[in-house]
Each structure stands twice: as structure tokens, then as C-alpha cells.
């Protein structure tokens, strides 16, 4: 199903919900829509008021229990469907695909949720809807379109054979011989040696003809995952709602030293500090260990998940 049809069903979809789709006429044969018979499917689950969501969101961090679970994600569908639709530009097949793996994320988020923490659960499991649904593309580039007609599966399995085979006898093997070969146009033979690999591809073309993306944009990141990319980013700016708090609970020297001193890119040394309120740089040093302490014992009370050494990472 392409991003056409996909966005048909939708449209069909919301036209019935609005009341102004066309009765269908006499003798009209109606065909059946798996994707348009999730969004049905998936349209009688009622949504959450922000209230019945929080009080969901408490009593299943408290007890896990099925039937909570069961409204959360529910309640979400619709969500994972939009994010969905968003991606299937990347993803020329089955958009039920991205779906299956955009809920696969929801229940996810819902299972790492923290309603502690002030952040709204749509926009947390956001990221992990997109998260699997990218992952899945990327899992899945390579097989995309291999072997769906009888031709490209003829050419999936003999088409390195027949090139090995004419180079063997001197032969080059350009397209245009293995299309009169194997009954096919020059077309397909460059898309499959494109597919099993043969051929180089530019990593700056663009994934599809009239696509605003490349294909360097898909290449997953050796350094983190999309969890961990999620997880820290998450973490940064809790951690920063966090400092802004704990601001409020020092005295006007010591947020000067935390503020000048262990936050800044810059810091005064320890003699300039010492200098602005007229002391020794023995005595900045034990405060700057005070507030240090301090904001270590309050990390540990309100962000319990970070590490020890966080604050030392990050300062």
C-alpha cells in the first residue's frame, strides 16, 4: 500500500466519521481495507481527559495492572497512527507495518513512564513510537520491494548467477543484455543489482525520485541507540528543571560559586572568587565542596535513576 492509498483510506476513514462519505451506489463492489478497518477498529476506544489520564498513569505506576494498561494504550492508538503516516514517505509498503511497531513503542513508553517527573505521556511516547518505527525502516531498507512479483523474484535469485556466468566468458554483463535475458527492462535489472548490493549508490540521492531525503539521513548512529538518545535527552532536561530549583535553596554566595564557579564553560579561579567577597581561596574551595555536596544529595533525592558521577560529567 503506498502513501496514496494510505492517505485514501485515511481520508475515507474521516469522512464516514464525519458523515460525508457517498452512500455507495447500486452494484458497487466494496472492497475490503485492512488499514481503514483498524482506523474503525481503533476509533471506538475512547480518549482520556488529561485528569483520567494522570489518575491512570498513578495507579498503574503503583500496580501494573492490565486492565490500566489496557485504557492507557488504547486511549493512544490514534497517536501511533499519525506518527505512522508521517514516516510512510520512508516506507513505500504496508502501513499497518509502522503502525505494528509504532504500538510496539506506545507500550513501551507506558512501561518506562515516570508520572513523577511532570512531562505529558503523549509527548514521551512520541519518542518512542518514532523510535521503533525508525528503527524498523532501518532494519528493513534493504528488503524493501525484493521479491514481490514473480520477475523480481526470478531476477532476486539468478541475476548475480547470470553475471558471473558472462564475465566468465568475457562478457560484459550490461543491462541491457540481462533484460533481453531474463525478459525484463533495464529498469528492474538496475533497481535489483541496486538492492542486492552491486552497484554503488551515492549516499547524497535522494531515497525516492521526488523525496527531499537522502540516504546518509538513514544511517543509524554508531554511537547510541534511539533509546539512549531519547534517555538523555530526557535526562538533560530534567536534570535542568532540577538546578533551576535547586537555585532557590542556596544563599547568595554560594549561587555566585555554583553559578560562576562549577556551572560556568568559564570558571573564576578560586583567587578571583576569593577576591570579590573578601576571602581566602582555601575558604572559596570548602564552599564550592559545600554546594557540590549539596547539590549531589539533591540529585540523588529527586533524579534517583542518575549516576553518582552525573553532576561531575556534566559540570
Known amino acids: 500500500m503506498n502513501t496514496s492509498q494510505s492517505e485514501d483510506s485515511w481520508n475515507t476513514f474521516l469522512e464516514k466519521e464525519e458523515g460525508t462519505a457517498p452512500p455507495p451506489s447500486k452494484g458497487e463492489v466494496i472492497r475490503y481495507d485492512p488499514l481503514q478497518q483498524y482506523l474503525y477498529e481503533i476509533n ?30 488504547t486511549a493512544n492508538l490514534r497517536l501511533v497512527v499519525k506518527i505512522a503516516m ?25 512501561n518506562k513512564f515516570d508520572p513523577f517527573r511532570g512531562i505529558k505521556f503523549s509527548y514521551y511516547a512520541s519518542f518512542w513510537i518514532k523510535a521503533y518505527i525508525l528503527k524498523f525502516i532501518m532494519d528493513n531498507w534493504k528488503l524493501v520491494k525484493i521479491g514481490t512479483t514473480q520477475a ?40 535489483m543489482d541496486q538492492r542486492l548490493g552491486e552497484w554503488e549508490l551515492s549516499l547524497d540521492a535522494p531515497v525516492t525520485e521526488n523525496s527531499a531525503d537522502d540516504h546518509k539521513s538513514f544511517i543509524p548512529s554508531k554511537d547510541a541507540s534511539p533509546e539512549k538518545i531519547l534517555s538523555d535527552l530526557e535526562l538533560k532536561g530534567l536534570l535542568q528543571s532540577k538546578l533551576d530549583l535547586f537555585r532557590k535553596s542556596l544563599s547568595k554566595r554560594e549561587l555566585i560559586i555554583f553559578e560562576k564557579r562549577i556551572l560556568a564553560e568559564d570558571p573564576l579561579t578560586l583567587q578571583e572568587l576569593g577576591g570579590q567577597f573578601g576571602v581566602s581561596r582555601e575558604r572559596i574551595r570548602q564552599l564550592e565542596d559545600k554546594v557540590i555536596k549539596k547539590v549531589k544529595v539533591y540529585l540523588e533525592k529527586e533524579l534517583p535513576e542518575v549516576r553518582p558521577n552525573f553532576f561531575n560529567e556534566t559540570s
Open 152 to 191: 523480481q523474484r526470478k531476477l532476486f535469485y539468478n541475476l548475480k548467477k547470470e553475471k558471473g556466468r558472462l564475465l566468465a566468458l568475457g562478457i560484459d554483463p550490461a543491462p541491457k543484455l540481462l533484460s533481453e535475458t531474463f525478459d525484463v527492462s533495464e529498469k528492474e535489472i538496475i533497481e
Open 44 to 73: 471506538r476506544y475512547p480518549l482520556l481527559t488529561p485528569e483520567e489520564e494522570k489518575a491512570l498513569l498513578l495507579k498503574y505506576q503503583q500496580t501494573p495492572e492490565p486492565d490500566v494498561a489496557y485504557k492507557l494504550i
Open 86 to 110: 508521517e514516516f510512510q514517505r520512508y516506507w513505500m509498503q504496508n502501513l499497518l507495518d509502522l503502525i505494528q511497531e509504532g504500538n510496539i513503542g506506545l507500550m513501551q513508553a507506558l
